[in-house]
């Protein structure tokens, strides 16, 4: 068995029209809900054993925050591919994974994130911004990951049902 745990980015400025979308960074409340959902993270027990990220700029300082938050120590792996990537682009990189890795925590883009989480349960999902789907597998391997997979949507959690009460 197998976890993975989906996050969608925090949410991101529009302060600057001049930056690029690849380069916008987060914004107050951003700065604030990603930590938050790193505590949520560590409360649940659910401390990735790697987390793979989007090399966008509001992606990249989630995954920091959220890391450092839930108390993760190793690497956050920045891919360019995850950036306005399909499914399939997350498929592949989840497949090629170790075995040694338990949890991974994958943080990227809508629509992608919805997407990944309705392929992977059959459940359609709205996320909005810092939202967290965890789901439990039945694989054994990452290798064996595909199309035909049905994991269990354990949770989702969004700021708003988390942090507003």
Known sequence: MKTLLILRHAKSS????????????????GKRD???????????????????????????????????????TGKI????????????VYY??????????????VVGHN?????????LTGQNVTMPTTALAHIELPIEHWKTLDLYTKGI???LWTPKTLFTK
């Open 34 to 72: 990603a930590p938050r959902m790193g505590k949520h993270i560590q409360e649940q027990e659910l401390v990735p054993d790697r987390i793979l990220t989007s090399s966008a700029k509001r992606a990249r300082k989630t995954a920091a925050k959220v890391a450092k938050a839930c108390g993760y």
């Open 77 to 88: 792996k920045k891919l360019d591919s995850f950036y306005h990537a399909l499914p399939g």
């Open 153 to 155: 949507l354990r949770n």
């Open 14 to 29: 529009w302060d600057n029209p001049s930056l690029s979308d690849y380069d916008r960074p987060l914004n107050k409340r």
């Open 111 to 119: 629509p992608t994130m919805e997407q990944l989480v309705t392929y």
């Open 92 to 105: 592949e990189r989840i497949q090629s994974l170790s075995n040694e890795y338990l949890s991974v925590l």
